[in-house]
Each structure stands twice: as C-alpha cells, then as structure tokens.
C-alpha cells in the first residue's frame, strides 16, 4: 500500500491529453512538500520528468507538466505520443516517516 | 555527464548478507547526499536509505531499518548499502540515486542502472 495514491493505469490515442494524480494527506503533500515526477521506461531505470511541482529538466518537452493543489498533485501529458507509454511515479516526503515517498505508480497506455 | 553505477548484485540465501555498490562520475560526489531506491519485481518504488555529503546523517525505510547500513567513500566516488539480514522480500532491483534537496523536500535527479538482488533459498 503505497502512501501517495495514483491510478494503476491510464490510456489515450496519440494526439490526445491524459492526466495522471497523485493523492496524498497532510503528512506529505499536504504539509507543503513538493511533488515530484518521473517516467520509467520499460526495463529502464526511471528518469526525473517534473520537479518542485511544476518544473521541467532541460530535455524534457513541454507537453509535459505538473501541478499542485492542497493534498494532490497531477501530471497532464498532452499531444500523446507513442514512445510515452511507460510507468509514472509521482513523488514527495513525508514528515510522519521522515523519509521519501511515492505513487504506486500509472501505467500509461498510448492506443 | 553525470553518471551512476551499481554493482554487487546477485543471489542470496535467507539471512544471508550482500554488499552493493554505487559508483559516481562526471560531477563533484562529495558535495551531495546519496539514496538507495527498490523496486521490486512487479511493484513500484520504495525509497531505502539516504545519507548526506559528509555521512553525519542517514535514516532508512522502515522495512529496513536495522537490518541495511548506508556509507560512502568520498575518496573514491562510491556509495554503499550493506543488505544483512536478507528476507525474501527485499528480491528488488536497487537503485542508487543523487539527492536535490530543496526547502520543501528532496527529489532524484539522477539514477543508475539498478542492481538485481535476488533472496531465495
């Protein structure tokens, strides 16, 4: 059971907009720490997508992007493409268990 | 560039004990504090361990504690995670990853290729 919770899997055709979210409490997400996301290939390791809530690594392209609202976070890809279909995790701390946290991740598949 | 490799991984017993390794190139691996990241066969990411630039902090996941020992070796560009006690639910491939620390928490800016461990008997 993981302690931010995300859908197990989304879907949409190329071209399309999908969002994925990511529901914490108010131990993490909601006390104000960031929400992080990232993108894992199959058979990849994964790869920082979105950082502090909204920010792109350079390399990452703007169809990308993350928002922030009191104890959930939401990543929205828009112009789907096929090589997006992989594993997103969101991420964040948590002052309860002093530690990193994450999603259980979202399968997204491009149709 | 920035680049992160583990090593160490492999099959072990119940109980038994392994050591990975985690070694770090293209950036200035003393400044920044160092995790350990898992994922087991199936699931999603669960956080391990972290300690800082300097070793003077490191915590663990619960499902670890007292059982992993996260250290360094700044001289030599290297972080570590000493596995004893393995239990057959630590099978995962471990991650190691470079901390951003920020105001509001912390994030992974890069990752290595993973170490697969396997425990069984």
């Not at chain 2, 990241?37 to 990411?45: E, K, N």
């Not at chain 2, 059982?67 to 639910?89: G, P």
Request: include cysteine; hydrophobic fraction near 30%; glycine fraction near 12%.
């Amino acid at each position: 059971q993981s302690v931010l919770t995300q859908p197990p899997s989304v879907s949409g055709a190329p071209g399309q907009r999908v969002t994925i979210s990511c529901s914490g409490s108010s131990s993490n997400i909601g006390a104000g720490y960031d929400v992080h996301w990232y993108q894992q290939l199959l058979g990849t390791a994964p790869k920082l997508l979105i950082y502090g809530n909204t920010n792109r690594p350079s390399g990452v392209p703007d169809r990308f992007s993350g928002s922030k609202s009191d104890t959930s976070a939401s990543l929205a890809i828009t112009g789907l493409q096929p090589e997006d279909e992989a594993d997103y995790y969101c991420q964040s701390y948590d002052s309860s268990l002093s530690g990193s946290v994450f999603g259980g991740g979202t399968k997204l598949t491009v149709l | 560039q920035v680049q992160l490799v583990e090593s160490g991984g492999g099959v072990v017993q119940p109980g038994g004990s392994l050591r990975l390794s985690c070694s770090a190139s293209g950036f200035n691996f003393r400044t920044y504090a160092m995790h350990w990241v898992r994922q087991a066969p199936g699931y999603g990411l669960q956080w391990v361990a972290i300690t800082s630039y300097d070793e003077f902090d490191k915590y663990y996941g619960q499902s670890v504690k007292g059982r992993f020992t996260i250290s360094r070796d700044n001289s030599k560009n290297t972080l570590f995670l000493q596995m004893n006690s393995l239990r057959t639910e630590d099978t995962a491939v471990y991650y190691c990853a470079r901390d951003r620390g920020t105001s509001r928490g912390l994030y992974f800016d890069y990752w290595g290729q993973g170490a697969r461990v396997i425990v069984s008997s």
